[in-house]
C-alpha cells in the first residue's frame, strides 16, 4: 500500500490500462476507495494482477503510487516478498520511489545515461 508523499512532479496524465512487470501484464485501473485505511493511496493485488489507484488524489501523487504499487509487483514477481517482512518491503518500494520521482529527475545527467542505454 502506498503512502508515498514528496515534491511536486510535472505529469500531465496516467493512462489507465496495461503494464508488464517480468512478463506478467498487470491492469492499472482507478478506484473511489482502495480500502478502509485512510492513508492508502494505492494497492497491488497478485493474484489478479492488478494495481489500484485511488482516483480522487492529485496527478502527481498518481505517479508516485503507481511507482510504488509497481516496486510491489516486481518484488513479487522476482520471489523476493518471502524474503522480506512487510515493513521491509515498504521501505524498499518507498526508496524505489523516490529514486524515480526525487532522485532521478534533480540530475539529468542520469536521466540522459539512461536514455542512451535504450
Request: zero cysteines; glycine letters at 4%.
Given at each position: 500500500?502506498?503512502?508515498?508523499?514528496?515534491?511536486?512532479?510535472?505529469?500531465?496524465?496516467?493512462?489507465?490500462?496495461?503494464?508488464?512487470?517480468?512478463?506478467?501484464?498487470?491492469?492499472?485501473i482507478e478506484a473511489?476507495?482502495?480500502?478502509?485505511?485512510?492513508?492508502?493511496l494505492g494497492d497491488c493485488n497478485y493474484e489478479f494482477a492488478r494495481i489500484r489507484i485511488r482516483q480522487d488524489i492529485p496527478t502527481d501523487s498518481k505517479l508516485r503510487v503507481l511507482i510504488h504499487e509497481l516496486s510491489h509487483a516486481a518484488l513479487y514477481e522476482n520471489g523476493l516478498?518471502?524474503?522480506?517482512?512487510?515493513?521491509?518491503i515498504e521501505g524498499i518500494c518507498n526508496f524505489v520511489t523516490h529514486m524515480h520521482c526525487s532522485v532521478?529527475?534533480?540530475n539529468q545527467k542520469a536521466l540522459d545515461l539512461y536514455r542512451n542505454l535504450k
Open positions: 500500500m502506498a503512502t508515498v508523499k514528496n515534491k511536486p512532479l510535472k505529469v500531465k496524465n496516467i493512462d489507465k490500462g496495461d503494464v508488464y512487470v517480468y512478463g506478467r501484464k498487470y491492469d492499472i473511489a476507495i482502495i480500502a478502509s485505511e485512510f492513508e492508502t516478498n518471502d524474503l522480506y517482512t512487510k515493513e521491509q532521478l529527475p534533480d
